[in-house]
């Protein structure tokens, strides 16, 4: 049985950058499980992999919804990112924060601190935006965040003026001044490779001796003396092993994995619980709750001019576009 100070139970985003933060003092041990992977694998480097990762389930959770009766009793599919860097290493990149007022609500609900002009300048330190510092946005940050504007297809430029027509305005950076109208998206990708978390925040932290990562490590239960979580119960390589936390265990799992995490630990609603035979140490109904979605809609036109789609068909044509990431490291790849 080993002792941390911290133990993070997740790699993804979030686990990523505490795990960085924790360990960056050196005056703390730091401890991070992960349930899947490496993060070494070509199509999570390769930006447009995420194609191929969406549905794999080396990857991936590859979590079914139950049928939705706001979707026509349809079983959605919902991706989840289960390796190093967990969601970030698998998602489609696009770097945008958060409304304003969505966080100025937090602020009001009696939040002090997360307010959005007091989380600017955490934003901005995160990034090292290619299209260079002003009042919104940051360089010399971890996160290199490539600017792609004038990259696209040129039916993007069409799809824009067409917006404009349509009486949305041309916003030049949804990270600026506001977020309203039609854009190109910036990405998180460096030298055309993906910029996931654990590119930015996990792997330079892992060269540290106070932080360890255990992947193929699944937290099964957090362990409790009295109130306070004192350990996680995790499985590795079919073998049962316990870690202990001298100060905290942090649960980044994820918003479907923490709150599952707590539920099996018997935290959680009692009714539920119940039903699935599980003790409860701590009644909560909100474990588990208030999850919010949001649904994305893909249009599809036939198009006059060569979309991907007719460019990457013949083999030919993938041929071209690999050769053209491969020695280049640049193209729709
Ligand atoms: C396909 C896809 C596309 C997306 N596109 C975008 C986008 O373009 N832009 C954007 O901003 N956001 C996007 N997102 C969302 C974004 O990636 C997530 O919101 C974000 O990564 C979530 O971070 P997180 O730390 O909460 O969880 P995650 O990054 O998912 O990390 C959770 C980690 O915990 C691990 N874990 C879970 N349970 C356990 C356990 N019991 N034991 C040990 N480890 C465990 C998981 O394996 C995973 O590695 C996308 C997500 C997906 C899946």
Redesign the pocket.
């Known amino acids: 049985m080993q002792t941390y100070d911290f133990i993070i139970?997740?790699?993804?985003?979030?686990?990523s950058v505490v795990a960085e933060r924790l360990s960056a003092s050196g005056r703390f041990s730091v401890l991070v499980?992960?349930?899947?992977g490496s993060d070494r694998r070509f199509y999570v480097q390769m930006p447009l992999g995420?194609g191929k990762t969406?549905f794999d389930p080396a990857v991936n959770w590859n979590y079914k919804t139950e049928p939705d009766p706001g979707l026509a009793g349809n079983v959605d599919h919902w991706?989840?990112?289960?390796?190093l860097g967990?969601?970030?290493s698998?998602?489609?990149?696009?770097w945008?924060r958060g409304a304003r007022e969505d966080f100025d609500d937090w602020a009001a609900a009696g939040n002090p601190g997360w307010g959005f002009d007091d989380l600017l300048p955490v934003f901005k330190a995160l990034e090292d935006n290619q299209a260079g510092a002003d009042q919104w946005r940051g360089v010399g940050g971890p996160l290199h965040i490539t600017d792609c504007s004038t990259a696209v297809h040129p039916l993007t430029k069409r799809y824009l003026a067409a917006a404009n027509q349509a009486g949305l305005p041309f916003n030049p950076d949804f990270n600026g001044a506001f977020q309203e109208g039609a854009g190109t998206y910036q990405i998180t990708t460096k030298n055309g490779r993906r910029m996931s978390a654990a590119r930015a925040f996990l792997r330079p932290a892992m060269k540290r001796k106070n932080l360890r990562v255990e992947i193929n490590?699944?937290?099964t239960r957090i362990l409790f003396e009295g109130k306070r979580a004192v350990g996680i119960e995790?499985l590795q390589n079919g073998e049962t092993k316990t870690a202990l936390a001298g100060r905290e265990i942090i649960l980044?799992?994820?918003?479907i994995?923490s709150p599952q995490?707590l539920q099996l630990s018997g935290v959680g609603p009692s009714a539920l619980l119940g039903t699935l035979g599980i003790a409860v140490f701590h009644a909560n109904e909100n474990v588990g709750a208030n999850l919010q979605d949001h649904v994305g809609i893909n249009y599809t036109f036939r198009g006059r001019l060569p979309t991907l789609n007719q460019i990457l068909r013949p083999w030919w044509g993938k041929l071209m576009v690999g050769m053209q990431y491969m020695l280049m490291r640049s193209g729709p790849l």
Not at 9 to 15: E, I, M, R
């Open positions: 139970v997740g790699s993804g985003s979030a686990g499980l992960e349930a899947g995420y969406f991706p989840r990112g289960r390796l967990g969601s970030s698998i998602n489609a990149m696009v945008i490590a699944l937290a995790y980044s799992g994820g918003s994995n995490l």
